[in-house]
């Protein structure tokens, strides 16, 4: 299929956007999932950039969220605020565009500047994840708002600031921007060549907060509860869960103290990730299964903090439509788009889990993300800012994924 005039047109716009000096202003900004005021500075940034689009844009509260600490107290823990950009909400055609703002470097780490390597690609904190995607999704959203299609057109844009830390104060947020869109595009990047990803896992984190009491070691360990030994018997029994669709990670135990005196309090922290929500449905019997026995069997109390905070994706009907449309539209832009599945999560996992179809890797071409080797491919900005543009162009006019 060849692309029509306005198609054209509008692929063009969005790819003579200013895309990589964008993106280069927003790496500047040091936004740590835990930096509150570089999430503040650009999140104003933001702001000022997606008020080009009409509509209301609004920097929401995040959710309270709560963590346990090594003591196993429970605190508050604070995130930054959220951008919602709304367009059109009574317009025909419904979608959702997502991305995040902070990084996993924070304030301190030593990777903080942008440097232009040798063969052409560019290294620097966020370039990729995912400050790069953000930039083209802006590109996108402002050509086709130049087509004859806009009115037609009715969109959310949410980019929040806690996905490297889950997603845990944004979401709800995401569930309601979620329900009732047609489809939903987000901007993390894609793989060195294009491959998408397609089905993902979920992810499960947990905090286990063990009490037991102490005792002397020598002269009366038998009146002791041994919370560290109680913490190792669950690690154990959560880890044989593991196989067929579920790996599971004890990760720390925290606790303990001198040799001499029993132990009365340990954190277990696990981290479970099942394939498919029935991998999901029956690590959630294994944790609680594991619970009741080890408490049942050394007298510990246990509580239990966390959750699936990222559900499984499966590539379902919807899903496989939506990335066929996408296909096509990278072929008429002499683009080869592949996808496979990975085990990795982020926000599109939790707007797959409403229902509404996903692709989460619409972003930049690029690579070793989460490292100080993390770099973009910048022929890959106005690639795929065409992309998406024709994508949703198409999605406009066939009303649905």
């Not at 944790?287 to 509580?303: F, K, T, Y």
Request: a negative charge.
């Amino acid at each position: 299929m060849a692309l029509s005039n306005s198609e054209r047109a509008a692929c063009e716009a969005a790819a003579a956007a200013p895309l990589l000096d964008q993106t280069l202003a927003w790496a500047a900004i040091n936004s740590g999932s835990r930096n509150l005021a570089g999430l503040k500075t650009m999140a104003a940034m933001l702001a000022d950039a997606f008020a080009a689009l009409p509509g209301t844009v609004e920097l929401v509260p995040p959710d309270p969220v709560e963590a346990v600490g090594a003591d196993g107290s429970i605190a508050g823990i604070a995130h930054g605020d959220h951008l919602l950009v709304t367009v059109r909400p009574d317009a025909p055609v419904q979608l959702l565009f997502t991305g995040h703002y902070d990084t996993v470097f924070p304030v301190d780490h030593p990777f903080q500047t942008v440097t232009f390597l040798d063969d052409g690609r560019v290294n620097g904190p966020g370039v990729a994840d995912m400050k790069g995607g953000i930039a083209l999704m802006l590109a996108a959203l402002t050509a086709v708002e130049a087509s004859p299609l806009a009115p037609r057109f009715g969109y959310q844009v949410l980019i929040d600031s806690d996905e490297e830390v889950g997603s845990p104060s944004s979401a709800a947020l995401i569930a309601r921007v979620a329900a009732g869109k047609a489809a939903a595009f987000t901007y993390e990047p894609a793989l060195p060549d294009g491959t998408l990803a397609g089905a993902r896992g979920g992810s499960g984190n947990f905090s286990f907060i063990i009490s037991g009491r102490s005792a002397h070691a020598g002269r009366n360990p038998e009146d002791g509860l041994n919370a560290v030994l109680a913490a190792a018997d669950l690690a154990l029994r959560l880890e044989a869960a593991a196989g067929d669709g579920l790996s599971v990670n004890p990760a720390r135990i925290e606790g303990g103290g001198p040799n001499n005196v029993v132990p009365d309090h340990a954190v277990l922290r696990v981290n479970l990730r099942p394939r498919t929500p029935a991998d999901q449905a029956r690590a959630q019997t294994a944790i609680d299964a594991a619970v009741a026995a080890v408490a049942a069997a050394r007298g510990v109390g246990i509580h239990v903090h966390g959750g699936f905070g990222r559900p499984p994706k499966p590539m379902d009907p919807a899903a496989e439509r939506l990335f066929m449309l996408v296909r096509d539209c990278g072929a008429d832009l002499g683009l080869t788009i592949g996808w496979r599945a990975t085990g990795g999560v982020c926000d599109g996992n939790n707007i797959a889990a409403t229902g509404v179809p996903v692709i989460d890797t619409m972003g930049v071409r690029g690579g070793a993300i989460h490292s100080a080797e993390e770099y973009l491919i910048p022929e890959s900005l106005p690639e795929r800012a065409m992309l998406s543009t024709l994508a949703v162009m198409r999605l406009i006019e066939r009303g649905r994924a």
